[in-house]
């Protein structure tokens, strides 16, 4: 066929090196954006066939998040806005991995399997972070999509966070970046139109963007706030490095706040996205100058707090949940339990994990403790609440939460994580708690914990169970953890092989920070010892 002489003439100008193999991981496939310029002519074509299978427009983005500006990385977003279902991240490693000559039999086999219907039409969405290397990289992916006569929709050059909320053709408002603004910001006005004495200092926020794509976004959504949000931006991208000692990941791992940010003054309320937009967290100083971070356990028991009690007003009796994952931090799990009595629900890494479970409930909060998450309604949940806005037999106690209730689902992104849409609802929340940062973070007070990484041999020596909270393999590694934390009080660890860095990430949390080092570092030579440690051996952190 001569389409597939076609993919036969392109693929020889994006050759893969020999023996490199790589893994669809937790976020698609991320590594040195050097290694990618195959993967993402393969994702291209990936992408066209999904397309064909499901008769809709399908998203690519190419991006390395939080990484450093050095790496990129690829992913497919499915029509409603969702990470491709397993299969096809199956299909995705096999055709990436397939040696150049081979690439042709991989690509038939998926459409054999999958029973494709090649005259279908495809169409691709292809969008792109900041990267140096994301233009070329993303040029990649369209050569894949045309090889295979799939048309892209534009060469989206901006942000990423708008291809799912397109993907889903409007059921999330009018389809256009334009529309994507209008809505949001839309939302924000009337949930924080009544809430009155809100001074400039309230409407205040300083935002770290990373100098990434979140930044030159919300330059342009600014007018659309109509000053009810006055954003301090830094780290726009203007002069900066991508993530480069600034971001979400970098402030909640260092736990101090970006450089390249102006002077906080105590209790001022800060935030910062990660580079590509989809991660936020939440910080301020306080009067002694001691640095306090709110991730992403504190928006979830922040906003899933919200929710329930406009729910209670409201009446309505729709089944809301918390999904987070084994990092979360176990005094926001004790805390909602046990006091919220919110069901939790704990899920692998990886926000498609955390979106799947959330679907279950009439309303699933999900977050990852890094700051990635949103909320989603069911369909019913959202037809109930909607008719309780418009009945006009209920008192006004019932109709003002359901009123509320409607536009704070406006303000969420529910196709993904979005930073933006993110800090909409919070900023939102808080001027209608009438609540300062520090209120907000006296909730509950996080246990003390420490993340390290282990380099090892082979990372998938570690097999995982019980959402990757116990070992499986090697042996005697679970023991050994589960030894070491009888040591310390109020004490959790876990071990699990990274999706996205070539480490074994390790975790613990203990009654002190002290405790809670020692802990992880203790892990760390457990792991390095039984799971093939390389290089030095771990040290301790004091
Ligand atoms: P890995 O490298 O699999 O731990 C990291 C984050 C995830 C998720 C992905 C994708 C941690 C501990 N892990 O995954 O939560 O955000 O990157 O960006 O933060
Ligand atoms: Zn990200």
Request: charged share 25%; aromatic share 6%.
């Amino acid at each position: 066929m001569a389409q597939f002489q076609e993919v036969l003439k392109q693929s020889a100008l994006h050759p893969k090196p020999a023996g490199l193999v790589l893994q669809y991981g937790t976020s698609g496939f991320r590594t040195n954006a050097k290694q990618l310029d195959h993967i993402m002519f393969r994702m291209g074509l990936l992408a066209t066939l999904r397309s064909k299978k499901t008769k809709a427009t399908i998203g690519v983005m190419v991006t390395a998040s939080h990484n450093p500006e050095e790496d990129n990385g690829v992913k497919l977003i499915d029509p409603m806005g969702e990470m491709v279902t397993q299969d096809w991240e199956e299909h995705a490693t096999q055709l990436a991995n397939a040696d150049q000559e081979d690439l042709l039999t991989a690509l038939k086999n998926i459409i054999e399997k999958e029973a494709i219907n090649m005259s279908q039409e495809a169409n691709v969405f292809v969008g792109k972070d900041t990267r140096s290397s994301s233009a070329s990289l993303s040029q990649a992916v369209l050569d894949g999509v045309s090889a295979l006569g799939g048309h892209s929709k534009g060469k989206r050059s901006g942000y990423l966070k708008d291809i799912p909320y397109m993907l889903c053709n409007g059921k999330y408002g009018e389809a256009t970046v334009e529309g994507y603004y209008t809505k949001f910001c839309q939302a924000f006005i009337q949930l924080t139109k009544n809430t009155s004495n809100r001074t400039d200092d309230q409407k205040h926020l300083c935002l770290d963007g990373a100098n990434g794509i979140g930044a030159l976004k919300v330059r342009e959504m600014e007018s659309h706030l109509k000053k009810e949000l006055q954003i301090s931006l830094n780290n726009d991208g203007s002069k900066g490095r991508l993530n480069h000692q600034c971001g979400a990941d970098y402030v909640k791992v260092q736990q101090k706040p970006p450089t390249g940010a102006h002077r906080i003054n105590p209790g001022e309320r800060c935030c910062s996205f990660d580079g590509d937009a989809d991660r936020i967290v939440y910080y301020y100083t306080d009067s002694e100058g001691t640095f306090h971070l709110l991730d992403g356990d504190k928006m979830a028991t922040l906003i899933s707090t919200f929710l329930k009690e406009l729910l209670t007003q409201a009446g309505l009796d729709l089944k809301i949940a918390v999904v987070q994952t084994a990092y979360a931090n176990g005094s926001s799990t004790h805390y909602l339990e046990n006091t919220m009595k919110v069901l939790v629900r704990c899920t692998k890494t990886g926000v498609k994990h955390l979106h799947h479970v959330a679907q279950e409930f009439d309303v699933g909060v999900y977050f990852e403790a890094n700051g990635h998450g949103t909320v989603l309604f069911s369909k019913a949940a959202e037809e109930k609440i909607q008719q309780l806005a418009e009945d006009t037999n209920v008192n006004d106690k019932r109709k003002k939460a359901a009123l509320l209730l409607r536009n704070t689902i406006n303000v969420i992104n529910q196709t993904v994580g979005d930073a933006i849409s993110d800090m909409l609802l919070i900023e939102a929340i808080l001027a209608i708690k009438g609540m300062t940062i520090q209120q907000w973070d006296t909730i509950y007070t996080d246990l003390p914990n420490r993340q390290l990484k282990v380099k090892v041999a082979d990372r998938r020596v570690i097999d995982t169970t019980d959402a990757e909270r116990r070992a499986v393999t090697p042996a005697g590694l679970q023991e050994a953890i589960d030894n070491l934390v009888k040591k310390y009080r109020q004490a959790r660890s876990f071990v699990r092989p990274s999706g996205t860095e070539d480490v074994v990430r390790v975790y613990a949390e203990a009654d002190t920070q002290e405790s809670a080092d020692a802990l992880a570092h203790e892990v760390s030579l457990a792991v390095y010892r039984l799971a093939g440690g390389v290089g030095d051996e771990p040290k301790p952190l004091h």
